[in-house]
C-alpha cells in the first residue's frame, strides 16, 4: 500500500490554511499552483506548502486529516510552527 500524506497549505504566513491529503505531495503542490485543482485554493491563493505528514497509508493519511481539521486554529498554526517556524515554502525540499 502506498504512503499517504497530509498537507497543508497557506497564501501568505499567518494566512489563510488548506488542509489536504495525497498519496503523492509533489504531484497535488504541483496541482494546486496551476489551479487545476480546488477552488478553493484557487480563490485564496493558497499555494505555499508549509506542513505537512507523512503516514503509513493513504488510510492513516485521511483519518488524520479530518482529525485535524476539527482542531482549532491555533493548533494548526502551532503545528506548522514546529515544523516550520518561518512559515518558509517547503515544495522546493519535496
Known amino acids: 500500500m502506498k504512503a499517504g500524506y497530509v498537507y497543508v497549505l497557506t497564501n501568505k504566513p499567518m494566512g489563510v490554511l488548506y488542509i489536504g491529503v495525497t498519496d503523492d505531495l509533489?504531484?497535488?503542490v504541483e496541482q494546486h499552483r496551476a489551479n487545476a485543482v480546488s477552488s478553493f485554493t484557487k480563490r485564496y491563493?493558497?499555494?505555499r506548502l508549509v506542513w505537512f505528514g507523512r503516514f503509513e497509508n493513504i488510510h492513516d493519511a485521511r483519518s488524520f486529516?479530518?482529525?485535524m481539521k476539527k482542531w482549532d486554529?491555533?493548533?494548526k498554526v502551532?503545528?506548522?510552527v514546529e515544523m516550520n517556524p518561518t512559515w518558509r515554502?517547503?515544495?522546493g525540499d519535496l
Do not use: G, S
Request: net charge positive.
Open 26 to 28: 509533489a504531484r497535488r
Open 45 to 47: 491563493n493558497c499555494h
Open 65 to 67: 486529516e479530518r482529525q
Open 73 to 75: 486554529r491555533a493548533w
Open 78 to 80: 502551532a503545528r506548522i
Open 89 to 91: 515554502d517547503l515544495a
